[in-house]
């Protein structure tokens, strides 16, 4: 902000900031509830009419995987991400001189390596999302982006600095297959090129080290004001390599530094890396560590009052289902409590009936489809999170056992002290 004008007897500093040319296109702050209702998205709501063939009900019953129901805990985690996107734009503000001229400067790194650019004094705060593979987080991560235009056209503004200016407001780049800090490089310079129209991925070639690659991505993202990267599929095998994982960590680190919040998503597994580092932990811990897990049990809030009316609710039949005695905790008998597999059930109790030529789906439908040979690969797994079975639960090379087992401990406890 210009020191002249926060000393004028008119000035008003929220005028000034909603004036802030990088947030104008950009939705405003949200309140909690604001947020749950934009995050959520029932895909019937572009139903023209309901569903009335058998070809019509079954291809909707399948649209049951893009139902998306937004949690209190989702819910704050969208809020603080959508706060801490307006306080770094406000931060980077182009009507400032300095921040024009900080422009100028980064650009001078391109020759220059990760670990020489140069500490600034302040950056912005990281997320962490982690859980097990089916809870949701990349569907979090789809409809929060959603929420945000990815590509703003800016017209010419020379006080601000540019004669055109296309400005991206996120990026979201899977962790790559192959395990490599060049496989990284060539999904998150793709992505750029995607939203940005530009050919950078090309432009790297000419560059032979990672780290010179890492750099120019730092610059190029400068550039076109970058917001908000999210990092998906974070995996044990990829930054759980000592080089790899320090090497993508400072870019990332220098990423934040820049201002632009990082979201890391993936397994715990693979995340307890950045607990290793205190540094790490504190830059990415900053905004908030988010973890989410299968529901602990059946009488929980986040079952009863959000998943189960949100995900069984679900129906793409004329009438309401046959009533389930203790619906809640049959339902996570059969589910482990897992977001994935509570939808995957109720697809096919729905396919069952329609099959069935049923008007509503009945108890016998639901004991069909637990049975069926979409959830009987899953009966392994849930039987281990309905009866807390660690030595089944350890076997799973991939399950993060130690997080859950954790999150038990605390919940016998709380419920413990409540009693």
């Known amino acids: 902000m210009n020191q002249h004008r926060s000393k004028d ?48 009900m079954k291809r909707e019953a399948w649209g049951i995987k893009n139902r998306f129901v937004a949690t209190k805990y989702c819910s704050g985690l969208g809020e603080r991400l959508l706060l801490a996107l307006h306080v770094e734009l406000e931060k980077r503000d182009p009507r400032s001189e300095i921040n024009r001229k900080l422009n100028y400067v980064r650009s001078g790194f391109a020759d220059m390596t990760l670990k020489d650019i140069p500490w600034e004094a302040s950056g912005a705060p990281g997320f962490v999302l982690e859980g097990p593979t089916g809870e949701s987080k990349s569907m979090f991560v789809e409809r929060f982006t ?78 076109h004001k970058v917001s908000f990267l999210a990092i998906e599929e974070a995996q044990e095998e990829f930054l759980g390599g000592t080089v790899i994982a320090k090497e993508l960590l400072l870019f990332f680190l220098k990423v934040l530094n820049w201002g632009i919040v990082v979201l890391l998503v993936g397994n715990p597994k693979a995340l307890e890396v950045v607990k290793t580092f205190v540094q790490d932990n504190r830059r990415f811990s900053d905004g908030g560590w988010y973890t989410v897990l299968p529901v602990l049990h059946w009488e929980d809030e986040e079952w009863s009052e ?87 639960l350890g076997k799973m090379q991939d399950y993060p056992t130690d997080t859950l087992v954790a999150a038990w401990k605390l919940d016998a406890e709380i419920k413990q002290i409540e009693a």
């Open 306 to 392: 959000h998943l189960v009316p949100g995900i069984w609710g679900y129906n793409v039949l004329p009438e309401k289902d046959e009533p389930l005695p203790k619906k809640e905790e049959l339902l996570y008998r059969a589910t482990g409590g897992q977001r994935y597999a509570l939808a995957r059930l109720r697809r096919e109790s729905l396919l069952f009936a329609i099959d069935d030529r049923s008007t509503r789906v009945t108890r016998r439908h639901v004991l069909t489809a637990r049975y069926s040979p979409s959830m009987q690969p899953l009966r392994t797994l849930i039987d281990a999170l309905v009866f807390r079975d660690v030595g089944i």
């Open 146 to 223: 959603s929420l945000i235009p990815q590509v703003l056209h800016r017209p010419e503004d020379t006080e601000s600095g540019w004669l055109s200016l296309t400005q991206i407001t996120w990026l979201k780049v899977p962790m790559p297959t192959s395990k490599s800090v060049k496989g990284f490089i060539l999904e998150l310079a793709t992505a750029l090129d995607t939203a940005a129209g530009t050919s950078y991925a090309l432009q790297l070639a000419t560059r032979s080290s990672t780290d010179k690659q890492l750099v120019m991505l730092l610059i190029w993202m400068n550039l």
């Open 9 to 56: 007897e008119n000035f008003d500093l929220f005028e000034w900031r909603q004036a802030n040319p990088f947030a104008q296109g950009v939705p405003s702050i949200m309140s909690l509830e604001d947020m749950k209702t934009a995050l959520s998205h029932d895909p019937r709501s572009a139903w023209p009419r309901p569903p009335s063939t058998m070809a019509e």
